[in-house]
């Protein structure tokens, strides 16, 4: 028997079992086949541990990113509740606003109106609570982030552009704006 013709080995027969035919026809290149098969193998685990740590950052980036809404969820969960709770809010201070300062300390109305000032007080404690603060506008420049100029006022007074007038409390939840504060602007007299 020549070498070509020999019988292989009964353990190398078993490790080559997987291994297509065609790379194992010729035995004089048997070690060459090996070699490249086993470089496929290892460029095929590079490639799966790269593919893997991919996967992992990426999961890590979905989870951070739940997170972030998980905490948004919280914060602002209760800014359409809020909305429809300042309503109440200026029901409550126009009602304050409109009881003439002589009937204040009139003893038969005194009592409604220290109720009235204690709920409005106890709004803006449960308020500030949930991060519910009442932004600054009288005599400060338009912010259109934060005001809406409903109209422009003619003075020599105050600088063009500030606000000198507040028909409604703007206020935000944290640091998003629940409501602007409708303003009226300061403008150069005719």
């Known amino acids: 028997m020549t070498d070509k013709n020999k019988p292989r080995?009964?353990?190398?027969?078993?490790?080559?079992?997987?291994v297509p035919e065609e790379l194992l026809e010729k035995?004089?290149?048997?070690?060459?086949?090996?070699?490249?098969?086993?470089?496929?193998l290892r460029g095929d685990l590079e490639k799966a541990q790269q593919d893997m740590l991919y996967a992992k950052a990426e999961v890590q980036?979905?989870?951070?990113?739940?997170?972030?809404?998980?905490?948004?969820?919280?914060?602002?969960?209760?800014?359409?509740?809020?909305?429809d709770v300042l309503t109440v809010s200026d029901?409550?201070?126009?009602?304050?606003?409109?009881?003439p300062a002589d009937l204040h300390d009139d003893p038969r109305l005194k009592a409604l109106v220290t109720g009235i000032e204690a709920?409005?007080?106890e709004l803006e404690k449960v308020f500030a609570?949930?991060?519910?603060?009442?932004?600054?506008?009288?005599?400060?420049?338009l912010d259109p982030n934060q005001h809406q100029a409903m109209l422009?006022?003619?003075?020599?007074?105050?600088e063009p552009g500030t606000v000198v007038q507040e028909m409604q409390s703007g206020w935000m939840i944290k640091d998003r704006l629940l409501r602007p504060a409708m303003v009226g602007v300061a403008k150069k007299p005719d």
Do not use: C, W
């Open 27 to 40: 035995e004089g290149d048997e070690d060459a086949t090996l070699d490249g098969a086993l470089n496929s």
């Open 61 to 83: 980036n979905v989870r951070r990113r739940m997170e972030k809404d998980v905490q948004d969820a919280r914060a602002y969960a209760a800014t359409g509740f809020a909305r």
């Open 119 to 121: 709920t409005q007080r």
């Open 91 to 99: 029901n409550l201070s126009r009602a304050i606003e409109a009881i």
């Open 129 to 141: 609570q949930h991060g519910i603060v009442r932004i600054a506008a009288m005599g400060l420049p």
């Open 152 to 158: 422009e006022i003619p003075s020599a007074e105050a």
């Open 9 to 18: 080995d009964e353990a190398v027969e078993k490790e080559l079992a997987g």
